[in-house]
């Protein structure tokens, strides 16, 4: 993977890809680069198609029904794009990035419009409007098609400089066309609702919300919800004369002063914090048998022959493998892989991982914000050294950070000793921090 980060950067500038343009689009190159990066470095095909049945269709019609009437109420304050992937001891699905400013709008700043994709059968903390830009893509199909010059572009440079790989044209088209009918429906979103701001928790992917809000004189924030920095390319790019044709939000909300280096875009940082995410140290004791795995799409395959090895040599030992919100389709499948050892548990949401990260003796992960998570909360961590880990070298110097090749490794970690240490990667949520982004609101509307 990092060979991969690598390769990708020296390709994109020597064959100019920022500089290619379409007509209806002056940074076609920034729609298509995270996806070409994660084809180009992961291999794994992600076959998630969701299909609803019968019953929850039935139950969608009057989600849908709510949804039409609150967008045709003429003005909201704030609209909040939030994403709403966790759930609490209640089974209440929330969002953990915007919990704090959603709070923090509703009572300082009035109306605001929560939008998320909800899905039938779900029950939600907060109040969330569905959000039909599907419905409209459904039904407004009528866009151009990628340009042949900036398709051919692409593929040349690629396949000339990595052995075996190759673009299809619609790969690149079928996300052109995406752009082209987000962008549409949030200009149109924007003007009917006509919001004095637009707040994002969508991993920097939102490219058509993004020109949306610009064309319609908006200012947009976006709201850290995991990792960034130079090895996230949706939040670095090189330096280039054109950087502001690229999509990029007006502020970035952090988790805090930490998180503020390597995004290398003309984006105003603000350590704003979070509550959700910020915790002081556990003082419960820590149970020496649990062991918790922080899994995700693509670094489950180096984990999970770990976590059997482990689980079969140390019955003794409670281990739970924690799902990625973005795996849990694959819920199933892992628990088929591990169903002739006992002491294994795959968990989604059943289980919060800060009351995991409170009593585990060892965190175990590769890449994911959960290694600062428990840092924080004064667990020990041991990252393998497997696919991306050293992105997050940040951290690699905290004394209960270990860094591990094998299972032999790892049991000598389990018996080391764990030291006490203070929080270092999240601050509370600071509303008065807040309020100043706020008064100065007015500069960032073009």
């Known amino acids: 993977m990092e060979d991969s980060i690598d390769l990708f950067y020296q390709i994109e500038q020597e064959f100019n890809l920022f500089n290619l343009k379409e007509e209806d689009c002056a940074a076609p190159w920034d729609l298509f680069r995270f996806s070409v990066l994660n084809k180009m470095a992961t291999p794994f095909e992600k076959n998630q198609r969701i299909r609803l049945s019968t019953n929850k269709l039935i139950r969608f019609v009057p989600i849908l029904l709510k949804s039409i009437i609150r967008l045709?109420?003429?003005?909201?304050?704030?609209i909040l794009f939030s994403a709403n992937r966790y759930s609490n001891k209640d089974g209440l699905w929330y969002d953990k990035a915007s919990e704090d400013i959603m709070r923090f709008f509703e009572t300082n700043q009035g109306r605001l419009l929560n939008l998320d994709n909800i899905k039938p059968g779900n029950k939600y903390l907060n109040k969330i409007t569905y959000n039909p830009l599907e419905i409209f893509k459904l039904t407004h199909k009528n866009y151009p098609n990628l340009s042949e010059n900036t398709y051919g572009r692409i593929r040349e440079a690629f396949s000339d400089n990595v052995p075996g790989f190759s673009i299809p044209y619609d790969?690149?088209?079928?996300?052109?066309?995406?752009?082209?009918?987000?962008?549409?429906?949030?200009?149109?979103?924007?003007?009917?609702?006509?919001?004095?701001?637009?707040?994002?928790v969508q991993n920097g992917i939102q490219k058509g919300m993004i020109a949306a809000a610009r064309i319609s004189g908006?200012?947009?924030?976006?709201?850290?919800?995991?990792?960034?920095?130079?090895?996230?390319?949706?939040?670095?790019?090189?330096?280039?004369?054109?950087?502001?044709?690229?999509?990029?939000?007006?502020?970035?909300?952090?988790?805090?002063?930490?998180?503020?280096?390597?995004?290398?875009?003309p984006t105003r940082i603000v350590p704003l914090g979070n509550d959700c995410f910020y915790n002081e140290p556990a003082n419960a004791i820590r149970d020496s048998n649990t062991i918790v795995f922080i899994s995700s799409i693509v670094h489950s395959s180096f984990l999970i022959p770990i976590a059997r090895e482990l689980a079969?040599?140390?019955?003794e030992f409670r281990v739970i493998f924690k799902l990625h919100p973005g795996e849990f389709f694959r819920y199933d499948e892992m628990v088929q892989e591990f169903s002739e050892i006992k002491n294994v548990e795959i968990v989604r949401n059943e289980m919060n991982t800060s009351s995991l990260f409170d009593t585990a003796a060892l965190v175990v992960v590769i890449n994911s914000t959960a290694q600062y998570e428990a840092l924080d909360k004064g667990a020990k961590v041991a990252i393998l050294k497997a696919s991306n880990y050293q992105s997050q070298d940040a951290c690699f110097d905290h004394p209960n950070l270990h860094l591990f090749e094998s299972t032999t490794e790892l049991e000598s970690i389990i018996s080391s000793p764990l030291h006490k240490t203070e929080p270092q990667f999240f601050r509370k949520f600071n509303p008065d921090l807040l309020k100043e982004v706020l008064d100065t609101e007015k500069t960032l509307k073009n």
């Open 312 to 315: 079969s040599s140390h019955p």
């Open 218 to 265: 908006i200012p947009i924030y976006e709201m850290q919800h995991g990792l960034y920095g130079k090895k996230y390319v949706l939040y670095y790019y090189p330096k280039i004369d054109n950087i502001t044709d690229q999509l990029y939000p007006d502020v970035f909300f952090t988790f805090g002063s930490m998180w503020g280096k390597d995004f290398n875009a």
């Open 171 to 200: 790969f690149l088209n079928s996300q052109y066309r995406a752009f082209q009918q987000e962008r549409a429906y949030y200009v149109r979103l924007f003007k009917r609702v006509s919001p004095d701001r637009i707040i994002f």
């Open 72 to 78: 045709k109420e003429t003005r909201y304050n704030t």
